[in-house]
C-alpha cells in the first residue's frame, strides 16, 4: 500500500480545520450591560406618565450618561429623579436632564467615586425615573429611543474606564380619555310600577266562611231533640 506523505498544504488546511473547531466552542460575548425602558405601553390624552430607565447586573458603576429620544408632538419632557438603583447611596448622587427639540440629555454621577480610592454601586435595578405630560390625542404613538444615540450614551466606573452597555427602545401609544358607559336596563313594569301579587288568606274555621255549618248542626240537633221529646210525650200518653 502505497503511505501519504504529509504536503504543507495539508498541514495548513489541517491548522485552520482546528482552529475553527476551537473558535466555534468559545462563547460569543454579550454587547454589555443591558439598559432598557419600562414604560407603560398606553397613555391617556392628557395624562402624565413615567419612564423608568433600567439597568442589568453591572458593577462599580459611577457615572451614567445618554440621551432619550421621543416625538415632541405626542409627549412632553417634564422631570427627572433618582431610581431605586443607588439605593443608601443616592444623597451623594447628582441627576441632570437638559430638554432638547427631540430628545432630554440625562447624566448621573455619584460624587463619592474615586480612581484612588475606589467606589461605585454595584447591582441592578431603576437608574433614572423620567416624568412626561402626555401632548398628543388618541392614537398617536412616540417611540422611546436611546440605541440611536449609542454613540453618546456611556457608563463608567470609578476608575472612568468605559463599561460596555447595550441600549434598548421603546414606545408609547395614546389613548381616549373617553370611556363607554353601558346603559342601564330597565324592568318594565304595568303602568311604571310592579304589581302588588295577593296572598291568599286561609278560611277562619271559628267564623267566616264556616259559620253556616255551625248553623246547620245546631237546626240538626234541635231537630233531633225534638223528636225525642215528641216520641216520649207520645209513650207517656199511652
Known sequence: MKKLKPTLTGLILATFL???????????????????????????????FTVDIEIGDVTNLCLVQFDLGYDNTVIGYKAASLGDFWGSVAEDVEVEAVEYTDRVRVTVDYTECNPYTGGGVTGSGTLVELEFDVLGTECQTSELDMSSY??????????????PAAWADGSVHVTSTATETPASTATPTPNGTPLATDTPTPPDLTGGLLWWHYLLIGLGALVVLLFIVMLFTRRTNR
Open 18 to 48: 482546528v482552529l475553527a473547531l476551537e473558535l466555534s466552542t468559545v462563547p460569543v460575548l454579550a454587547d454589555g450591560v443591558a439598559v432598557s425602558i419600562d414604560a407603560p405601553d398606553e397613555v391617556t390624552e392628557g395624562s402624565t
Open 150 to 163: 449609542s454613540d453618546f450614551n456611556q457608563l463608567w466606573d470609578y476608575r472612568i474606564v468605559k463599561i
